[in-house]
């Protein structure tokens, strides 16, 4: 299971957490000295930084997908060479650690079904119900979506507005598993072998085959 708690103190850098990812499956492990260099170029100040370090360390600890990473890893390494690939193992990794993370996109998933343009305020709302609608919810929030935009998954036009892209389509079948193993480690019981239910998914609606 994810961890229900905000957890989130720092935005997330898919560049940067992409490249960490690619480290750890070709060495089994961070190289924190190496982290904190990339880091240093989009953070200012010793405790920003160490707290960004921090951010990046807690996906890598106790991740629920890390037994079909540690499985695929010569896959998931191929799948990084393309860039779109990337930004989903990415966001997945992401996904599967923070339930924050996984509500997000799952609720925008539900708001884009209808709508091509959604609010940041109606997200909050959404959001609220679980988390509550306060200062530190909405500050978290602040920290998931840039990661998302960066990852391609929708965009953001103006302060305040999303609006819905094309589905990110994968190169490599390995990329497009990841995404279910995210949505898995967040609905436990949801059957796995139910390929149709599993589309209906709004998790699952940011992520297609090419």
């Known amino acids: 299971m994810t ?18 990812i690619e480290q750890y499956l070709l060495s089994g492990q961070l190289d ?5 260099e990339q880091l240093r170029t989009e953070y200012t100040g010793e405790l920003r930084l160490k707290k960004a370090v921090s951010q990046i360390r807690s996906i890598f600890f106790e991740n629920p997908i890390f037994g079909f990473v540690n499985d695929h ?10 860039n779109v690939d990337r930004n989903i193992i990415a966001i997945a ?9 996984y509500d997000t996109i799952f609720h925008l998933g539900k708001l884009f079904h209808v709508e091509d343009y959604i609010s940041s305020a109606t997200l909050t709302n959404k959001l609220g119900f679980k988390y509550g609608n ?9 920290m998931v979506v840039p990661s998302l935009v960066e990852a391609g ?20 079948p390995i990329t497009l598993q990841i995404w279910k193993e995210a949505f898995s480690a967040n609905n436990p019981l949801f059957p796995r072998d139910n390929n149709d239910l599993l589309s209906t998914e709004p998790f699952m609606q940011f992520v297609k085959m090419k």
């Open 3 to 20: 961890n229900n708690t905000l957890g989130i103190s720092n935005r997330i850098s898919v560049s940067i957490l992409s490249t960490a």
């Open 32 to 36: 924190i000295n190496y982290l904190t």
């Open 73 to 82: 890893k010569t896959e998931l390494l191929q799948a990084l060479g393309q």
């Open 93 to 101: 990794f992401f996904a599967a650690k923070s339930s924050f993370c």
């Open 134 to 142: 306060n200062k530190n919810m909405s500050n978290t929030i602040y």
């Open 153 to 172: 998954f929708f965009s953001r036009p103006k302060p305040g507005l999303y609006k819905a892209e094309d589905p990110l389509r994968a190169t490599y």
